[in-house]
């Protein structure tokens, strides 16, 4: 059968599991809704918070960064691991011990302030859909190359499968269909990791057979690393970033993981503190899986990539090439008229994206406007390299087809995650908690359901108007999320004296703050046209590192505030004093 039908098959067997769970599962309160009922096992709120947690930029991007940045791609393995240890350790069994249902609950709460309960909100809202427009990328893009419709078409397909199981399980559906995402995302990830793995090394175990020999002698890293001097690059095992901008970015993944607010809720789903530890413990596991196969994967994919496409004859490259090309996710410029595919070091388009036209060239390729070197040159999106992978391989179509459901499957499991943050926020934290205080169980939980309506729609205009690379765009929503939330939750929970002055400023000055940096180093959109050079960064910090700047900014701010402005109130520092104590927490509280 053909990779079209082998994707039709699977991905509509899987579609057919969500469904199936999100109807058996539906939310009937909002305590359901919200926080699954507060009684999931800490095996399957294991499983559903790895599903929530490895997202698109996991699946289908992190490995695609690490084959092209080498060594500096190994920022996004320390960071986004290294984070999942701080949660599980410093927040997760406290704020279970608090047992509120969202992050600005807890906020608003622990800072007796509606103030801080909203900037909680707008915070949230930000980070959420920072998020969620990387998660819809991904999805058009599989959907675009693998059952072949327009990517915008694909968004809007993933728009509708995500609204059907989040707008009828809440909390509740999501957290069962997210333990069938897992399963389905990491069959696809690792299956075909053994094959590649099998096929380049004779090891069948993908993260040894990233340090093995291949045929002919020498070891696989090696022969990448020449295979990236002959073309110019810089030598796949050795770094190009500085050593304060690597740690600025590591540690802004890890505080940024410690703060996303769709990971914390997933603590508040089970009954006991104890039972938050063992979840954590358990989706760490289930996490490590997949994060220490990328590298095998990037190193595979890159090794794959430079020998199938390098200097060859555009007439007789693989149809994988074209297909991809097809969908603007690949471009080639002949520029000197020898029909070969020259892919060396500075000629992709100087990291721009392809401007295609409407004309073909000589040897059928499609043409673009904006190639920007007299040489012939080869531009190659990042996120398609796990998508790819086993089509450049040679890899059976079955395999093919069941990586496709993996991204999608990894796509919308944190996409529901996302939006379900979203619409909990506005229906709970602002309507339920500000604005109608009065209002019944029966009219927050449609209020909860209009909320996800409206916030899958604004996703979806993200998914259609993508603003660059999947995890780029992710590890930007660590930055926002490192540079708000994270001091403000730390601060409450291990600081008696912080206040509402406190909190509030330090929030609002770490965000902004956040923002300033990303719009105009990421985008241009303040001041300049472009965006501003490395030369101009501060401090030498990158946008994806500079949330850690940001934090630091914020804590400063919190603290110097909150020690010139009134203690928090007794019955307050006696309430953070209960919090550090992780035990005789019942059941979350409903609302």
Not at 64 to 82: E, Q, R
Not at 398 to 424: C, D, K, P, R, Y
Not at 511 to 531: E, H, S
Request: contains cysteine; charged residues 15%; proline residues 4%.
């Amino acid at each position: 059968m053909s990779v079209q039908t082998w994707t039709w098959i699977l991905v509509g067997i899987t579609f057919a599991l969500y469904f199936g769970i999100a109807i058996w599962a539906r939310a009937g309160s909002t305590k359901e809704f919200y926080v699954a009922g507060g009684g999931v096992s800490p095996l399957a709120n294991g499983m559903a918070t790895a599903a929530d947690w490895m997202s698109a930029a996991s699946f289908i991007s992190m490995a695609g960064l690490i084959s092209f940045m080498g060594y500096d791609g190994s920022v996004f393995l320390m960071g986004w691991t290294g984070g999942y240890v701080l949660l599980a350790l410093l927040l997760a069994p406290y704020l279970r011990k608090f047992g509120k249902f969202t992050v600005p609950d807890f906020i608003g709460d622990r800072y007796y302030s509606n103030t801080a309960r909203t900037v909680a909100v707008i915070c949230a809202l930000i980070v959420s859909f920072t998020y969620v427009a990387g998660q819809m990328r991904g999805v058009g893009i599989v959907f675009s190359q693998f059952l072949q419709v327009d990517i915008n078409v694909g968004v809007i397909i993933g728009m509708t499968v995500v609204l059907i199981f989040a707008f009828l399980g809440g909390m509740k559906g999501i957290t069962y269909t997210q333990v069938a995402q897992y399963c389905v995302l990491i069959f696809a990830f690792m299956v075909p990791a053994f094959f590649i793995s099998m096929q380049m090394t004779g090891n069948i175990i993908p993260q040894v057979g990233m340090g093995g020999e291949v045929e002919g002698g020498g070891f696989l890293l090696d022969k990448l690393d020449k295979l990236h001097t002959q073309l110019g690059f810089n030598e796949y095992t050795s770094g190009t970033k500085s050593t304060w901008d690597v740690f600025a970015i590591t540690l802004a993944l890890m505080v940024g993981t410690a703060g996303l607010p769709h990971v914390i809720v997933r603590f508040f789903t089970v009954p006991k503190v104890k039972d938050a530890r063992k979840s954590a413990g358990l989706a760490l596991l289930f996490i490590a899986i997949l994060y220490t196969t990328a590298p095998a994967i990037a190193v595979f994919s890159r090794t794959n990539l430079i020998e199938t496409v390098s200097e060859k004859e555009y007439t007789e490259i693989p149809a994988w090439f074209k297909n991809w090309e097809n969908t603007g996710l690949i471009a080639w410029a002949d520029k000197n008229g020898d029909g070969k595919i020259q892919y060396v070091a500075g000629n992709a388009l100087n990291g721009k994206k392809p401007v295609y036209t409407e004309a073909r060239g000589t040897h059928g390729e499609r043409m673009i406007s904006n190639a920007s070197t007299a040489t012939n040159e080869l531009y190659v999106d990042r996120d398609i390299m796990v998508l790819a992978n086993p089509e450049i391989a040679k890899l059976p179509n079955w395999v093919i087809a069941l990586v496709a459901a993996g991204g999608l499957a990894a796509a919308l499991s944190t996409a529901a995650g996302l939006l379900l943050v979203i619409s909990t926020s506005i229906s709970h934290d602002l309507i339920k908690k500000q604005l109608r205080p009065n209002i019944s169980d029966k009219g927050e939980l449609l209020a909860a359901r209009i909320s996800i309506l409206v916030a899958i729609i604004i996703a979806g205009l993200f998914g259609i108007y993508p603003p660059g690379f999947v995890a780029a765009v992710v590890a930007l929503a660590f930055g926002l999320a490192a540079a708000s939330f994270f001091p403000a939750i730390i601060l409450g929970i291990f600081d008696k004296r912080m206040n509402k002055e406190g909190a509030i400023a330090g929030m609002v000055v770490g965000i902004l703050l956040m923002l300033f940096y990303m719009i105009r180093y990421k985008t241009g959109l303040i001041g300049v046209m472009d965006p501003l050079p490395k030369s101009e960064w501060w401090f030498g910090t990158s946008p994806e590192g500079f949330g850690t700047i940001a934090m630091i900014v914020n804590v400063i701010v919190s603290v110097v505030v909150s020690r010139m402005t009134a203690a928090p109130p007794k019955d307050v520092q006696e309430m953070v004093e209960n919090i550090r104590i992780p035990s005789g927490a019942g059941e979350a509280s409903s609302h």
